[in-house]
């Protein structure tokens, strides 16, 4: 059901793909909540997605952006407040790539250059997005910024590899930035730390499938999904979540506050009564 929270609001999508992401998921709901966005992607993405079909569901621009180029950010940025009709109201980082992962690189054996290219691309990329949208005056009071983390922040996951240091580089700089803009303009700026979820992205990563089920299994609520996710960065857009900032916020179905449940208990049991 569509409540139009945001209904009047502009902004830009980062990072839809294709209908298994959660940024097209937000882009969905974000439309049926009155909110109008431009859609923004690297060009190989814009390549390799069908970003094209959403924008003409959602009735929505395409603006091509490496999101690591200042050049490109600020073009981006400029047009998508011609196009809108005025300053934007809300922005959604949802970029992340490790090289290193992508190309099966063992955590002990880090090629460096990669691994700046995953900071670069994954974190960095989230204070260019907000520095240049400041020096541009392009934000509204009260405006709302959400960028997409994940638990391996906080906790190790051996195949999550660089992408955990690139992760916690981005909850950093949601705080300090989140500081900065909210004493300027009352700016929200949050991460949601999501739980696994069955993304192009995501799926890359070795053992996401065991891990996925091990998490779906520790979450009371089970496993949040790409639309659930989307539900929630619309309240985050909304005004009735104007004094929340600078968190990083769990939407994990309970994983990051459970030690053990009696699902992975049984598993344990049985297995024991295997091996003995």
């Keep these: 059901m569509a409540y139009q929270l945001l209904n009047g609001k502009r902004g830009i999508i ?5 209908e298994n ?22 060009p190989v993405a814009l390549r390799m997605g069908k970003i094209n079909e959403l924008a003409e569901a959602c009735g929505s621009e395409v603006i091509s952006a490496d999101a690591t180029s200042i050049d ?15 300053k934007l109201d809300f922005i959604l980082h949802s970029i992340g790539m490790s090289p290193n992962v992508r190309k099966g690189r063992d955590y002990g054996d880090l090629n460096y250059d990669w691994y700046l290219k995953t900071l670069d691309i994954s974190a960095l990329s989230f ?11 392009a934000l509204n009071e009260w405006s709302s910024i959400v960028g997409l983390s994940y638990i391996a922040a ?6 999550y590899s660089d992408m955990a240091q690139a992760k916690s580089v981005l909850e950093s700089i949601a705080r300090s930035y989140g500081y900065r803009l909210g004493k300027s303009k009352k700016v929200r700026v949050n991460t949601i730390s999501q739980s696994p979820t069955k993304t192009t992205a995501g799926t890359g990563v070795g053992g996401f499938d ?21 539900n929630y960065i619309v309240t985050l857009f909304s005004d009735l979540c104007r004094m929340v900032t600078m968190q990083n916020l769990m939407h994990d179905g309970g994983f990051s506050s459970t030690g053990i449940t009696d699902e992975i208990v049984e598993i344990m049991r049985k297995k024991e009564e295997i091996v003995g």
Excluded: R
């Design 14 to 18: 980062f990072g839809a793909l294709d």
């Design 21 to 42: 992401s959660i940024a097209w998921k937000a882009a969905q709901k974000v439309h049926e909540a009155g909110g109008k966005f431009v859609l923004s992607n690297a």
């Design 72 to 86: 490109d950010l600020t073009n981006l940025i400029s047009k998508s407040t011609e196009l809108l009709g005025g």
């Design 127 to 137: 204070h260019k997005v907000m520095q240049t949208a400041e020096k541009l005056d």
């Design 154 to 159: 906080q906790k190790t996951f051996p195949d």
């Design 210 to 230: 065991v891990f996925f089920d091990y998490a779906d299994k520790m979450s009371p609520l089970g496993n949040a999904s790409a639309e659930d996710c989307a």
